[in-house]
């Protein structure tokens, strides 16, 4: 008998250690994401942006002449991708099921981008890229003080670089002036 009890409560611990060592995600079971009202603006702002600055900075392959502005727009697509799969980690980390898209009015103009050549193109398009870039750094900015500590150590961590990048972005226009 004391046999079988030792044999039952060595199975009921194997069982309950599996179950502790799962590396699945918590459920959510109300289905409502996990950040206010300006952490889901910062989100979506965010990965908008982003996903605008990679559109546009595809251009410059077919639309300018300068290879200081082809390998600058090449560093803002590579730097620009990893910052929207890091928002779409923290969205999806923090249940937010919002759409990723591009807004009519980015899309207006990213079409008015399109139609230019040559040196128009490249003011143009340096002059987009530091409007965007401002406006990250500003949603960035007010994230940074965000009730949500994930939200917040997020845009903390990343406002440097998009600052140091504000400040590249200048430079390069400066030079082409």
Partial sequence: MK????????????VL??????NQRPSNYNNKP???D?????????????LTMIKISGMPVSNSKNQL?????KKITGDNTKLV????????DNFVTSGDSISDTHQQMITLLEKKHGAPFDKAYLQEVINEQQQLISLFEDASHNSN???ADFAKIKLPALR??????KTLETVLK
């Fill in 149 to 151: 500590v994930n939200v």
């Fill in 85 to 92: 799969d890091d928002l779409k980690k923290l969205k999806d």
């Fill in 38 to 50: 300006k952490g889901l603006t910062f989100l979506n702002g965010g990965t908008e942006t982003g």
């Fill in 3 to 14: 046999q079988i009890a030792g044999i039952l409560l060595g199975l009921m611990t194997l």
């Fill in 34 to 36: 996990l950040v206010d």
């Fill in 69 to 73: 502005v082809i390998q600058f727009a």
């Fill in 164 to 169: 140091a990048r504000l400040e590249s972005e």
């Fill in 17 to 22: 250690i599996q179950g502790c060592t799962g």
